[in-house]
């Protein structure tokens, strides 16, 4: 079945960077628009950041916009986030999904996704 692997999660200091990969497997990933989500304790899962399939199109949470990149390589089946400037409220659970290209809703919408993956735990310390 579908595998999508987060990996790059961690405890850092606010300031500092990191930068999240998604590992997708039994998928045609150029196929596939990219999403990261997070979901932080007690708060609902909420959009961070989207990709279309060619790259060419991406969309960002407000909250973190300027700070935060997503990018990916479809040759390596596996796209990214890049995270600067975290701050303590960033603090959350981070899932990578998939949607199947076509699909004319915005990126944040995760009701297109159907394949997730089982999180990476990110915490940032004040």
């Known amino acids: 079945q579908v595998q999508l692997v987060e990996s790059g999660g961690g405890l850092v200091q606010a300031g500092d960077s990191l930068r999240l990969s998604c590992a997708a497997s039994?998928?045609?990933?150029?196929?596939?628009?990219m999403g990261w989500f997070r979901q932080a304790p007690g708060k609902e899962r909420e959009f961070v950041a989207g990709i279309r399939w060619s790259g060419s199109s991406t969309s960002y949470a407000d909250a973190v916009k300027g700070r935060f990149t997503i990018s990916r390589e479809n040759a390596k089946n596996t796209v990214y986030l890049r995270m600067n400037g975290l701050k303590p409220e960033d603090t959350a659970v981070y899932f990578c999904a998939a949607r199947p290209i076509g699909s004319i809703q915005p990126l944040g919408n995760p009701s297109q996704y159907n394949y997730w993956g089982q999180g990476t735990q990110v915490t940032v310390s004040s």
């Open positions: 039994r998928l045609t990933f150029s196929r596939y628009d």
